[in-house]
């Protein structure tokens, strides 16, 4: 295939890479930015896709955000490869800011007022959950008796007050991120423009050029016979 890596990576280099890619942070975000304003589609559908993105990126659904995101890109007629790019908003260095503080904010909504949980213990809480869902599924073809009583303390005391907790932040964060793309992306896709005019302009002159130069030697050639 074409786009096939020539060195294969390995699972660690895979795993290494989803914390922290190859050239950094900094350069996988000026990537996914060059992404998204070379889209081709009107700027505000475009800045309504890393709306939905961005949003969805404060909500639980660990696993389903690119989903989610499409879904609602497509709901508010936004760009569907944009919202997807635009989760990245949710990367290793902005999770715990943005799970503590959306588990807190819910807490806080729903009166259960707690301190704030450390990253770790929510990345494991939804860890051994995914693990006790799968653990249920299997139970109903084995015959073994399911077992739902962690995964309602996990639903009350964790999923409910994040996702309740990371819609006000979510709302916020992404219609920030949208009025501040969108006339970026304006700005980019009119200098694209411009510049592809230039470029066209600059071959017809080129050709014009050559054509006249052609006919300069024929008108030469004739008068000299």
């Given amino acids: 295939m074409v786009f096939r890596r020539r060195n294969k990576r390995s699972w660690p280099e895979r795993l290494k890479a989803l914390v922290y890619p190859q050239g950094g942070w900094l350069r996988a975000g000026q990537y996914v930015w060059h992404r998204l ?4 589609d009107p700027p505000h559908r475009i800045a309504r896709g890393i709306f939905a ?8 659904l660990f696993g389903l955000h690119f989903f989610a995101s499409a879904l609602l890109a497509f709901l508010i007629r936004g760009n569907i490869i944009a919202s997807i790019f635009a989760t990245f908003f949710g990367n290793p260095i902005t999770f715990p800011i943005i799970a503590v503080s959306s588990v807190q904010l819910g807490h806080m909504i729903l009166g259960t007022g707690v301190d704030a949980v450390p990253a770790r213990l929510i990345l494991s809480a939804f860890a051994s959950a995914g693990g006790e869902i799968w653990s249920n599924i299997f139970a109903t073809f084995t015959g073994d008796p399911a077992q739902w009583g962690q995964l309602r303390h996990f639903y009350y005391g964790l999923f409910k007050p994040y996702l309740i907790g990371g819609l006000l932040p979510g709302l916020v964060a992404g219609t920030i991120c949208y009025y501040v793309s969108l006339p970026v992306i304006l700005g980019y896709q009119k200098m694209r423009q411009k510049r592809r005019r230039e470029r066209a302009e600059n071959l017809r002159e080129r050709a014009a050029a050559r054509l006249r130069a052609r006919h300069s030697v024929d008108d030469g050639a004739s008068g000299g016979n």
């Fill in 37 to 40: 304003s070379r889209l081709p």
């Fill in 53 to 60: 993105g961005v949003f969805i990126s404060f909500t639980p």
